[in-house]
């Protein structure tokens, strides 16, 4: 099912996610609903906070990106209670990133290209990897969400003073968007 994007405004973007255990009930379907969402969105990666649910699930597919970062061929991960370590020796790059939860809006983020994550899988399965290159930035930014964070917490307040505008058109719900989104709600 295509649930809702969860919008700038909304409370759930701005806590910090529930780990999960295999317990979980619901997984599948969301993990499921989670892909469905992101697809129908046009996104290459999907947080469970930016569909309402505060839990520390992460799918991304970049790898319709391979054109461009022939690396991303097969990147597609279900990353579960992800940790992030970054690297110190890893070089630092800006270049712009989007959110579908910040819809209108793209910024330079500088971030680091190489990171050590560890995950569980769908199926509860530890996994440890040194990931380097965008792969690392899209992890970095969907793992964000799970830390109550959103990508214009990585610029300047001079550049946020600039989208100001854009941001608050984002709460009062003037934002067209080609998917379905769920907004603040009206007092």
């Not at 317990?23 to 969105?41: D, R």
């Not at 505060?54 to 970049?62: G, H, L």
């Not at 990133?97 to 809006?105: D, T, W, Y």
């Amino acid at each position: 099912m295509i649930l809702p994007i969860y919008l700038y405004g909304q409370p759930v973007l701005r806590r910090v996610a529930d780990e999960i255990t295999p317990e979980y009930e619901g997984l599948t379907e969301l993990i499921e609903n989670m892909k469905a969402t992101m697809y129908a969105s046009d996104g290459i990666g999907i947080a469970a906070p930016q569909v309402g649910v505060s839990a520390k699930i992460v799918y991304i597919d970049a790898s319709v990106l391979a054109d461009t970062f022939p690396e991303l061929a097969e990147a597609k991960y279900i990353l579960i209670n992800p940790e992030i370590e970054v690297i110190a020796d890893g070089k630092r790059l800006s270049r712009e990133e989007g959110c579908l939860s910040l819809p209108g809006i793209h910024e330079p983020v500088m971030r680091t290209e190489k990171i050590h994550i560890k995950w569980l899988d769908e199926n509860f399965t530890a996994h440890d990897e040194i990931v380097e290159g965008y792969l690392a930035r899209v992890m970095q930014h969907e793992c964000d969400h799970l830390d109550g964070k959103v990508f214009i917490d990585h610029i300047s307040p001079i550049r946020k003073q600039l989208i100001r505008n854009k941001l608050n058109n984002i709460v009062r719900g003037k934002v067209n968007c080609d998917y379905r989104t769920k907004g603040v709600a009206k007092k």
